[in-house]
T-cell receptor, first 112, second 112 residues
């Protein structure tokens, strides 16, 4: 059974710092991995989707990497801003059906 | 475009009552999903649909029923609510050629 883990559960950094969020999964046979952002009391916003054949995706200050063989993905946030404060969730699709298995998220606080 | 909308935003039920949560999307997406989010458990898939008239079970389907009579709508029903169904419910949709999921704002349900 696929399991997704995100460490740490919470992270606090000063504004301007570059940071890395980690996601690991137990079964390397995945079709894609997605990173989402969730603000308190809100729904999820898709940030990046990496297909299994890809190694990374970039959007603005965000860069997500995927290493299937080791069962890991990282989300790199450059030059963090207070507006980046949110919970970041990763999710994997193991069956090419859109049925996502989510990690429990990393709550990020960027201090001014 | 409104994207994915959910009705209602909040609801309090008594044990044994029934209700229907409505999800609507205006992006002409084929796939639709219902998740629940609980503290310490993360997001878990309840049911999903790969097209109009089709539904399938997800990870935690017991106690819920769904219907997809129209492509743009996906209904989640609770026939006899239980306190264990207290949660935040999210609906999502994705297009046929990509599994990037777009989420609604959520429905906070409390069962007393």
């Amino acid at each position: 059974k696929q399991e997704v883990t995100q460490i740490p559960a919470a992270l606090s950094v000063p504004e301007g710092e570059n940071l890395v969020l980690n996601c690991s999964f137990t079964d390397s046979a995945i079709y894609n991995l997605q990173w989402f952002r969730q603000d308190p009391g809100k729904g999820l916003t898709s940030l990046l989707l990496i297909q299994s054949s890809q190694r990374e995706q970039t959007s603005g200050r965000l860069n997500a990497s995927l290493d299937k063989s080791s069962g890991r993905s990282t989300l790199y946030i450059a030059a963090s801003q207070p507006g980046d404060s949110a919970t970041y969730l990763c999710a994997v699709d193991s069956g090419n059906t859109g049925k996502l298995i989510f990690g429990q998220g990393t709550t990020l606080q960027v201090k001014p | 475009n409104a994207g994915v909308t959910q009705t209602p935003k909040f609801r309090v039920l008594k044990t044994g009552q029934s209700m229907t949560l409505l999800c609507a999307q205006d992006m002409n997406h084929e796939y639709m999903y219902w998740y629940r989010q609980d503290p310490g458990m993360g997001l878990r898939l309840i049911h999903y649909s790969v097209g109009e008239g089709t539904t399938a079970k997800g990870e935690v389907p017991d106690g819920y029923n769904v219907s997809r009579l129209k492509k743009q709508n996906f209904l989640l029903g609770l026939e006899s609510a239980a306190p264990s169904q207290t949660s935040v419910y999210f609906c999502a949709s994705s297009p046929l050629n990509s599994y990037e999921q777009y989420f609604g704002p959520g429905t906070r349900l409390t069962v007393t």
